[in-house]
T-cell receptor, first 115, second 113 residues
């Protein structure tokens, strides 16, 4: 299994531009999570999906952020327009089932820099 | 709500020293408990887990025991290596509804030769 695959690994963009981050979860995992990690705020859960349906997006910081999961093997996190304070590492993770016995498998992350 | 508290870092040790990273939790029921490790420039990796009281999780020389009476899940290793330098996250997940992992803030470990 290739694990959770995120792209791109690094993204540098100018303020005001649209940014799209991509994630391919592990096949058969029906939970998908998007996290943001910064030095100041640590790990923040932005949104998660179950069977492609968004369950909780209360962590999405602003309307500039949106996430979709059009099918079981692909999800995107979009920021439009981007701002310098959005600079962070964004992680995608997936998990099988809802049971507490299961942890998450994380991707390697996308390091976003907005200048 | 549910929460996880970890000791603040960085924890600085010499190679072959004994490691303890404290983790306590607050939860309304009986969660499963996890330790994740994040090496520089990488994502979080599951290190070990325990799903019920008195269970011991172990992996790569690390151990942690689920102590219900003290609501703790301290991470230990008998002899650390330079390659263990990383950030360690304690987390819990409840066995109810759409449960998600609740993470602690992370503890950085720095091991010097």
């Amino acid at each position: 299994d290739a694990g959770v695959i995120q792209s791109p690994r690094h993204e540098v963009t100018e303020m005001g531009q649209e940014v799209t981050l991509r994630c391919k979860p592990i096949s058969g995992h029906d939970y998908l999570f998007w996290y943001r990690q910064t030095m100041m705020r640590g790990l923040e859960l932005l949104i998660y999906f179950n069977n492609n349906v968004p369950i909780d997006d209360s962590g999405m910081p602003e309307d500039r952020f949106s996430a979709k999961m059009p099918n079981a093997s692909f999800s995107t996190l979009k920021i439009q327009p981007s701002e310098p304070r959005d600079s962070a590492v964004y992680f995608c993770a997936s998990s099988p089932h809802r049971g507490a016995d299961y942890g998450y498998t994380f991707g390697s992350g996308t390091r976003l820099t907005v200048v | 709500g549910d929460s996880v508290t970890q000791m603040e870092g960085p924890v600085t040790l010499s190679e072959e020293a004994f490691l303890t990273i404290n983790c306590t939790y607050t939860a309304t029921g009986y969660p499963s408990l996890f330790w994740y490790v994040q090496y520089p420039g990488e994502g979080l990796q599951l290190l070990l887990k325990a799903t019920k009281a008195d269970d011991k999780g172990s992996n790569k020389g690390f151990e942690a025991t689920y102590r219900k009476e003290t609501t703790s899940f301290h991470l230990e290793k008998g002899s650390v290596q330079v390659s263990d330098s990383a950030v360690y996250f304690c987390a819990l997940r409840m066995n109810s509804g759409y449960s998600t992992l609740t993470f602690g803030k992370g503890t950085m470990l720095l091991v010097s030769p």
